[in-house]
């Protein structure tokens, strides 16, 4: 009995350390930190990967691939900061792979995107109730605004819902968007939520984007079909805490905010219940896909879960956001075997890369994350499908373009991508969610799975 009281006390006293540390913190600079672009075979990754001098600290990142996909031009972006550049420079030099930088410094980027941030002063007027600028990003507190002000401007179409609140007492918010919330009908539902990953900033913006069309552009042909064969929910910052951290402290940070024994946070995407933890690298407190001490042990994790599951009826498709590989991403993704139906979601995956191709020229990759990553567990994606969700899906938005010197520009920016970005980005993901409830519609008897 005293044992466990020990233990008890100092626990508490090991929180109350990571939490007065985390509490008084300063902003975490990354001067001198690099983007290189480098050639890099499967052996070569897993080689970085599992490198200990590349592990992530507590509070910052030392070395992180940023893009690759197995089986292309097997060509990989990584972050590197000068703590890990001498041994990953060397790693490649004994390797033979040719490399180049380019970034310099990517601190000049997040510098640049916090006084962006911070020179623009968002003021809601009365006339302006429910409108949300497109073309920048916004804090957590002026999201937050839009959706009360959506919820009271637009009630006869629009819900919001407190979903959860988060470790750090903010909410997780979603928001119900219908052709006729009075209207007792029970239509298929769509689902898509962003935000999972903090510092993946284009995400929140694709589904604010998304959100944004459904409630202000229903004249459009493509919105009014989705909403009337539709209900659509939006969650676009699933990870508030996380999100107001990489604004305010640590501009690379992914994780939520909770405290553990072994660090700070918990990988939200590898958090889910299906599979979870088979990852090894997830069972370390440091890493940035931490999968938590059990699953659905993060309350935002937990709350989104219970919002869908008790919320939601027919629930027909799942979409996860998140940046950047320029992918769409379909179960399983905790093995490299295909589910039985999984011909429909091929099927579905290439009319999408088809039609974004054909709007813009931009191409899309498509495969399970084995296939074109490695093996992830406890993931969304791959929970959703598990509980019947006919079509659950996870997009890795763009770097790249049909113009090379826009791919180039977004990889120098290292993770900031230009606001300018937002607006095509959401385009493409909308033309996604379209060919994904045709599809639905067109099939809906052999997809019938959570019926």
């Known amino acids: 009995m005293t044992f466990d009281r020990t233990r008890g006390s100092l626990y508490t006293i090991l929180v109350v350390i990571f939490l007065s540390n985390s509490c008084l913190a300063e902003y975490v600079r990354y001067d001198r930190a690099k983007t290189y672009s480098f050639d890099c075979p499967e052996e070569f990754r897993k080689i970085i990967e599992n490198h200990p001098k590349f592990r992530a600290t507590r509070n910052k990142v030392t070395l992180e691939l940023w893009s690759y996909q197995r089986g292309t ?28 930088v380019l970034n310099q410094n990517v601190q000049k980027a997040y510098d640049k995107e916090k006084r962006r941030m911070k020179k623009r002063k968002f003021r809601l007027s009365s006339d302006a109730k429910g409108i949300l600028s497109m073309d920048e990003y916004h804090t957590y507190e002026e999201i937050e605004q839009y959706f009360k002000d959506i919820d009271e401007v637009y009630s006869e179409k629009c819900k919001l819902f407190n979903i959860s609140a988060t470790y750090e007492n903010r909410t997780v918010y979603g928001i119900k968007v219908s052709q006729n919330l009075t209207q007792d009908t029970v239509k298929p539902s769509v689902v898509v939520v962003s935000g999972l990953h903090a510092r993946e900033w284009l995400g929140h913006a694709t589904a604010l984007y998304i959100l944004n069309e459904l409630v202000h552009n229903r004249q459009n042909k493509t919105i009014h079909w989705m909403l009337q064969h539709f209900d659509c929910y939006i969650i676009p910052v699933g990870n508030p805490d996380g999100y107001v951290h990489t604004i305010n402290k640590n501009r690379l940070w992914r994780k939520t905010r909770s405290i553990n024994l072994g660090g700070v946070g918990v990988d939200m995407n590898r958090n889910f219940g299906y599979h979870w933890g088979e990852e090894p690298e997830s069972n370390l407190p440091y890493d940035e896909v931490y999968a938590g001490p059990e699953p659905f042990s993060e309350v935002e994790t937990k709350g989104i879960v219970n919002f869908i599951n008790n919320t939601i009826k027919n629930h027909a498709i ?25 011909r429909y979601l091929k099927e579905v995956c290439a009319n999408i890369v ?36 006919p079509i659950s899906m996870s997009v890795e938005v763009r770097p790249f373009s049909a ?43 052999e997809l019938g799975r959570n019926k």
């Not at 031009?73 to 180049?100: C, G, M």
């Not at 385009?427 to 519609?441: F, Q």
């Open 403 to 445: 113009e090379a010197n826009m791919t180039e520009s977004v990889f120098k920016a290292s993770m900031a991508w230009p606001p300018d970005q937002i607006v095509p980005t959401g385009k493409e993901v909308l033309v996604s969610l379209h060919e994904m409830a045709k599809y639905y519609i067109n099939h809906e008897e």
């Open 318 to 342: 799942y979409l996860d956001i998140h940046a950047f590989m320029q992918a769409f991403l379909m179960p399983w993704g905790y093995t490299k075997s295909k589910p039985e139906e999984y």
């Open 73 to 100: 031009s097997d060509n990989a972006i990584a972050f590197v900061t000068p703590e890990a550049e001498a041994q990953f420079l060397s790693l490649l030099q004994h390797y033979q792979l040719k490399y180049r």
């Open 354 to 389: 088809k039609r974004i191709k054909m709007s813009n020229g931009n191409t899309y990759s498509c495969g399970t994350p084995p296939d074109l990553l490695y093996i992830t567990a406890g993931t969304s994606m791959d929970y959703y499908y598990s509980q019947g969700v």
